[in-house]
């Protein structure tokens, strides 16, 4: 094999791995192209995957409760467990801690809570009061009933006993047109 041979089989081996090396890259586009591939932007699609929207549609946010066995009236500072019964009312599968945040850390899960209002006031849910978290993900027109713990306001008077559900991190069901449990409580000393 002469040289001229040898320099054919060179060029003709290094335009074979070009070729191959295009393909396996996104495709041969031939050398003729002026097409020059957009960046991968692989921090950007990491982050999309691992960190998608987490937000419920609007149309999520439907609940019914159920019937809640609550003491109409409640010694001030006192703490009792109630049983709080509701049903996913929407078409959409709420997300439990799991499911909603491999870590589990309640991030965008749906949770039952509970504030205090006074009787006659209009506010809206505040504090940071203990939540209960779904067991499992519930899906549209199944119901649960969850245990919360509740400590009594420590200043006797009449009250509203609120519970509402909130989709952590993002919004209250109450602030997405959906109706939260009012249980009128008296508080005595």
Do not use: C
């Not at 192209?33 to 929207?53: H, I, K, L």
């Not at 509701?86 to 991030?107: L, Q």
């Not at 952590?168 to 109706?179: H, N, P, S, T, V």
């Amino acid at each position: 094999m002469g040289s001229r041979e040898t320099g054919l089989t060179t060029i003709l081996i290094v335009l074979i791995g070009v070729g191959i090396l295009s393909l396996a890259s996104g495709g041969y586009r031939g050398p003729w192209t002026d097409v020059v591939p957009a960046p991968r932007e692989f921090g950007a699609a990491r982050e999309t995957a691992q960190n998608p929207t987490r937000s419920l549609p609007n149309d999520a946010f439907a609940v019914q409760w159920g019937f809640s066995p609550i003491p109409k009236t409640w010694k001030a500072g006192s703490i009792q467990t109630i049983s709080v019964t509701f049903r996913n009312a929407s078409d959409v599968i709420w997300p439990d801690p799991r499911s909603a945040d491999p870590s589990a850390s309640g991030a965008y899960a749906v949770r039952v809570t509970f504030h205090w209002v006074e009787r006659g006031a209009n506010s809206g849910p505040e504090g940071h009061n203990p939540r209960a978290d779904l067991l499992e993900p519930l899906p549209p027109g199944a119901s649960t009933t969850l245990p919360i713990a509740v400590r009594a306001p420590t200043t006797p008077g009449a009250y509203d006993l609120e519970f509402d559900l909130v989709q952590e991190l993002i919004a209250w069901f109450r602030d997405k047109g959906a109706q939260s449990l009012k249980i009128p409580v008296k508080v005595a000393e």
